[in-house]
C-alpha cells in the first residue's frame, strides 16, 4: 500500500468502484501520449509503450476522496504506468477533469434514455387510466372529480421539462492548474490530445474555449492599418477565451447546473413514488385507486399483505441522492480562488447519483409502473 493511500483514506471507497473513470483516465493518457509523440516530444518507442501499459494496466488502489483535486489519482495511476514521459504536458485538474467529464457524460446519455422510457411507460398507463374517474385530493381532503390520466401526463410532462447537461468539454493543454496561461504549442497539444481522445471514447467533446485570438490579434497588428482593427478584435476575443478557460476551472459552474437538473429529475421522482404509494393504499381504509404488483410479500405475519416496495426503494434512492446532492453544494461553498478545488468530489457524488437512476429506472419501469392496473 503506497503512504498516499494509508495516509489519506478514510471512506472505502476506492477508485476501483467506478470503472468507467478508471478506463477514461486511461483513455486520457493514451491520448496525451499521442499528441506528444505527434509533437515530437516523445519517442515512438515511449509513445507505444505507454500506449500497450495504459490497454492492461492493473490500477492500484486509491481513495477517491484523498487530497484536492483528484491528485491521488492521478499520480496512483502515473506510478502504476510507470514509463518515462507518461505525464509530460498534463496537469492533475486537466486529467481528472476530462476523464470524470467523461464518464459524467456517458452517465448523463444513458439517464435521459432511461428517463425517456419512463416518460413513455406513464404516458402509455396514461392512456389506459383516461377513463378512470377518482376523487381529486387537496391537502388529502375530498376535490373535483379528475381522470387519473392527469396525474400520470403530469408526472410524464415534468420529467420531459429537465434539461440535463452534458459536460462534454475537455480541458487539455490548458498548462499549469489549467489557469489559461496557454502558449501555441500547449494548444496544439490540446488539440491532438482531445482528437485522438474522441476516436479512444467515441464520445462528442468540444474544447475550453482557448484564446487563439491572441494569436491572431498578434498577427493582425502585424499585417498593417487594416490589420490594427482585426488583430484589436483578436486580441478581445483571446481575452474572453482566457476568461473562460479559468472561470472554468475555477468555478466549473457546469457540475453545478448538472446537480441542479438531477435534483429536479429527483424530486419529480420522489413525487411520484409518494403519490402512486398513497394512492394504493388500502385496500378496505385507505385510498385504493390503483393496484401495484405485488413482488414480495409486505409481512411474515399478515399473509396476503402486499407493500409498494418499488416506491419505498425508490424513495430511499432519492432521498439518498438529495443528500449527495447537498454535499456537492456544500462543496462548491468551500471553494476558493482559482480552483474549484474538490471537483473530483463533487464528480464522484453525481456519478453515484446518476449510477443509482441508471440501475434503478429500469426495474420501476418493468416490475412496477407498465404493472400498474
Known amino acids: 500500500m503506497n503512504i498516499a493511500f494509508e495516509a489519506h483514506a478514510f471512506s472505502g471507497q476506492s477508485v476501483h468502484a467506478y470503472p ?70 498534463q496537469s492533475t485538474t486537466d486529467v481528472c477533469t476530462s476523464a470524470l467529464n467523461c464518464a459524467l457524460v456517458k452517465a448523463t446519455q444513458m439517464l435521459n434514455q432511461h428517463q425517456e422510457k419512463l416518460v413513455e411507460a406513464l ?36 420529467i420531459s421539462a429537465i434539461k440535463r447537461p452534458l459536460l462534454n468539454k475537455i480541458n487539455l493543454g490548458s498548462g499549469p492548474m489549467g489557469l489559461g496561461n496557454d502558449t501555441s504549442h500547449q494548444q496544439a497539444f490540446g488539440e491532438l490530445a482531445l482528437a485522438r481522445l474522441v476516436e479512444l471514447t467515441g464520445l462528442a467533446l468540444d474544447p475550453v474555449d482557448k484564446p487563439r485570438g491572441v494569436e491572431a490579434g498578434e498577427r493582425g497588428l502585424a499585417a498593417g492599418e487594416r490589420g490594427v482593427e482585426a488583430g484589436e478584435r483578436g486580441l478581445a476575443a483571446g481575452e474572453r477565451g482566457l476568461a473562460a478557460g479559468y472561470a472554468y476551472v475555477a468555478l466549473r459552474q457546469d457540475l453545478f447546473v448538472l446537480t441542479q437538473a ?26 385504493n ?57 463533487v464528480s464522484f457524488c453525481l456519478l453515484d447519483v446518476l449510477g443509482y437512476l441508471n440501475t434503478f429506472i429500469p426495474k420501476y419501469i418493468q416490475y412496477h409502473v407498465m404493472a400498474i392496473t
Open 20 to 89: 468507467q473513470v478508471v478506463a477514461y483516465m486511461l483513455a486520457v493518457k493514451r491520448a496525451c501520449a499521442h499528441a506528444n509523440y505527434a509533437l515530437s516530444l516523445i519517442t515512438f518507442e515511449n509513445y507505444q509503450a505507454i500506449d500497450l501499459q495504459c490497454q492492461s494496466l492493473m490500477v492500484p488502489l486509491c481513495d477517491i476522496y484523498q487530497g484536492g483535486g483528484g491528485i491521488a489519482i492521478n499520480s496512483a495511476i502515473n506510478d502504476a504506468i510507470g514509463i518515462e514521459n507518461v505525464n509530460l504536458g
Open 123 to 158: 404516458l402509455i398507463k396514461a392512456r389506459e387510466f383516461e377513463s378512470y374517474i377518482v376523487k381529486g385530493k387537496t391537502c388529502l381532503r375530498d376535490a373535483s372529480d379528475l381522470s387519473y390520466a392527469t396525474r400520470l401526463n403530469a408526472y410524464a410532462s415534468s
Open 289 to 345: 385507486e390503483i393496484t401495484l404488483p405485488a413482488l414480495i410479500p409486505g409481512s411474515s405475519f399478515y399473509k396476503g399483505k402486499i407493500n409498494p416496495t418499488m416506491d419505498e426503494t425508490m424513495i430511499q434512492l432519492c432521498l439518498l441522492s438529495l443528500g449527495k446532492l447537498q454535499t456537492v453544494k456544500m462543496a462548491f461553498e468551500q471553494a476558493e480562488m482559482d480552483l474549484m478545488v474538490y471537483y473530483a468530489m
Open 262 to 287: 438531477l435534483e429536479l429529475d429527483l424530486h419529480v421522482l420522489l413525487r411520484l413514488a409518494k403519490d402512486l404509494r398513497l394512492s394504493a393504499s388500502g385496500p378496505v381504509h385507505g385510498f
